[in-house]
């Protein structure tokens, strides 16, 4: 079983949708958790960290469900600039990160 | 200024050479890491590595070794290069202190042909 599992789309949404991510992970003792966004053929770079309590950025909000092992991040008011993939990544212990193989979308004008 | 850096961009060689890629980090972070994203941008982690602990992926090839001059570099050594080890390499920083939020550089796109 993948240490992090997303659905890798594609997302294809319209200038203004709402759109939402979901992400799992396996291990109970992950201890910190990321979005990242990765454009094509560039690096990953960090969105948001994600916080027990939910966390907001702009239009982009994360929450953590440690019960059911979920992470998931929700764009609102999409724009063109937000196609890109997005990543789930998990910490489990010091140097210990898992990333997910990325979601990809695409936002139509 | 390039948080981490990478050279080369670009590594087009035959397969059964030896070649290394350079990284380097002037964030002050003390831990480094060495990924591999293949032809399905899977993103795997091979290495991480600070001055106290070197941690390695136990399916990555003994072919592949991370070499430390210091803190602030991490060299990926690749022996034998084969066909499957063509892929994008990042390489990534981060410090404990501030977060574990890691850094990346801006990838070699290595191709063996």
């Known amino acids: 079983r993948k240490e992090v599992e997303q659905d890798p789309g594609p997302f294809n949404v319209p200038e203004g949708a709402t759109v939402a991510f979901n992400c799992t992970y396996s291990n109970s003792a992950s201890q910190s958790f990321f979005w990242y966004r990765q454009d094509c053929r560039k690096e990953p770079k960090l969105l948001m960290s994600?916080?027990?309590s939910g966390n907001e950025d702009g239009r982009f909000t994360a929450q953590l469900n440690r019960a059911s092992q979920y992470i998931s991040l929700l764009i609102r008011d999409s724009k063109l600039s937000d196609s890109a993939t997005y990543l789930c990544?998990?910490?489990?212990?010091?140097?210990?990160?898992?990333f997910g193989t990325g979601t990809s979308l695409t936002v139509i004008p | 200024d390039t948080a981490v850096s990478q050279t080369p961009k670009y590594l087009v060689t035959q397969m059964g050479n030896d070649k290394s890629i350079k990284c380097e980090q002037n964030l002050g972070h003390d831990t480094m890491y060495w990924y591999k994203q293949d032809s399905k941008k899977f993103l795997k982690i091979m290495f991480s590595?600070?001055?106290?602990?070197?941690?390695i992926n136990e399916t990555v090839p003994n072919r592949f070794s991370p070499k430390s001059p210091d803190k602030a570099h991490l060299n990926l050594h690749i022996n034998s290069l084969e066909l499957g080890d063509s892929a994008v390499y990042f390489c990534?920083?981060?410090?404990?202190?501030?977060?574990?939020?890691?850094?990346f550089g801006p990838g070699t796109r290595l191709l063996v042909l």
């Open positions: 994600v916080y027990s």
């Open positions: 990544v998990v910490n489990v212990a010091g140097n210990q990160f898992y």
């Open positions: 990534a920083s981060s410090s404990r202190s501030r977060g574990e939020t890691q850094y």
């Open positions: 590595y600070n001055n106290k602990e070197l941690i």
